[in-house]
């Protein structure tokens, strides 16, 4: 019973580098969202998605691209990672609320500790 | 605009003492509201709910009210345990708006000394 996995857990960027950090989820889940952890600040949403093909912007989306092109996978990528976006990153799941009664919960994976130097 | 706020970022308490964790939204249209504990190195796990047709909700050692006019909502543990020492945040979405955005505040850090 995987539940949300979150790939890599550790990355180092150089400034200006791009990569993906991937997610996916074997829950059947419609929602999916990132969030970036840093002190003092709490989890801000980054992005998220209601369902394959629908993606919307959170709190702090600048820097930040997402594509839902499944229900499974939801990658986040950095175009030109900044110092910044050093940050621990984690990927959350859920079902949308229309399908479950209230009591309906978010998933969250382990995290992803990005370095941007 | 931090629309969820957790303005104590940390609170101490005797073990067997009772814990109380305050949150304050600012957005009339979230209607559900989740309490996640998050030790280090690990993601948030779920704590418990609040629907916004009630003003309690209880389980166990944890219960959770809500001030719906005030536009605040608390956590309390009670009694509580050294294993309770986390990283505890608030969320709200609002359900039936169609926002099913999670917006989380910024925390608060309990310890919990035996």
Same mark, same amino acid.
């Given at each position: 019973?995987?539940?949300?996995?979150?790939?890599?857990?550790?990355?180092?960027?150089?400034?200006?580098?791009?990569?993906?950090?991937?997610?996916?989820? $074997?829950?059947?889940?419609? @929602?999916?969202?990132?969030?970036?952890? $840093?002190?003092?600040?709490?989890?801000?949403?980054?992005? @998220?998605?209601?369902?394959?093909?629908?993606?919307?912007?959170?709190?702090?989306?600048?820097? @930040?691209?997402?594509?839902?092109?499944?229900?499974? $996978?939801?990658?986040?990528?950095?175009?030109?990672?900044?110092?910044?976006?050093?940050?621990?990153?984690?990927?959350?799941?859920?079902? +949308?609320? +229309? $399908?479950?009664?209230?009591?309906?919960?978010? @998933?969250?994976?382990?995290?992803?500790?990005?370095?941007?130097? | 605009?931090?629309?969820?706020?957790?303005?104590?970022?940390?609170?101490?308490?005797?073990?067997?003492?009772?814990?109380?964790?305050?949150?304050?939204? /600012?957005?009339?249209?979230?209607?559900?509201?989740?309490?996640?504990?998050?030790?280090?190195?690990?993601?948030? /796990?779920?704590?418990?709910?609040?629907?916004?047709?009630?003003?309690?909700?209880?389980?166990?050692?944890?219960?959770?009210?809500?001030?719906?006019?005030?536009?605040?909502?608390?956590?309390?543990?009670?009694?509580?345990?050294?294993?309770?020492?986390?990283?505890?945040?608030?969320?709200?979405?609002?359900? /039936?708006?169609? /926002?099913?955005?999670?917006?989380?505040?910024?925390?608060?850090?309990?310890?919990?000394?035996?």
């Amino acid at each position: 019973n995987a539940g949300v996995t979150q790939t890599p857990k550790f990355q180092v960027l150089k400034t200006g580098q791009s990569m993906t950090l991937q997610c996916a989820q $074997d829950m059947n889940h419609e @929602y999916m969202s990132w969030y970036r952890q $840093d002190p003092g600040m709490g989890l801000r949403l980054i992005h @998220y998605s209601v369902g394959a093909g629908i993606t919307d912007q959170g709190e702090v989306p600048n820097g @930040y691209n997402v594509s839902r092109s499944t229900t499974e $996978d939801f990658p986040l990528r950095l175009l030109s990672a900044a110092p910044s976006q050093t940050s621990v990153y984690f990927c959350a799941s859920s079902y +949308r609320f +229309r $399908d479950k009664p209230p009591g309906n919960t978010i @998933y969250f994976g382990e995290g992803s500790w990005l370095t941007v130097v | 605009d931090q629309q969820v706020k957790q303005n104590s970022p940390s609170l101490s308490v005797q073990e067997g003492r009772i814990s109380i964790l305050n949150c304050d939204y /600012t957005n009339s249209m979230f209607d559900y509201f989740l309490w996640y504990k998050k030790y280090p190195a690990e993601g948030p /796990t779920f704590l418990i709910s609040i629907s916004s047709i009630k003003d309690k909700n209880e389980d166990g050692r944890f219960t959770v009210f809500l001030n719906k006019s005030a536009k605040h909502l608390s956590l309390h543990i009670v009694p509580s345990q050294p294993g309770d020492s986390a990283v505890y945040f608030c969320a709200a979405s609002g359900t /039936t708006s169609g /926002t099913y955005k999670y917006i989380f505040g910024t925390g608060t850090r309990l310890k919990v000394l035996a």
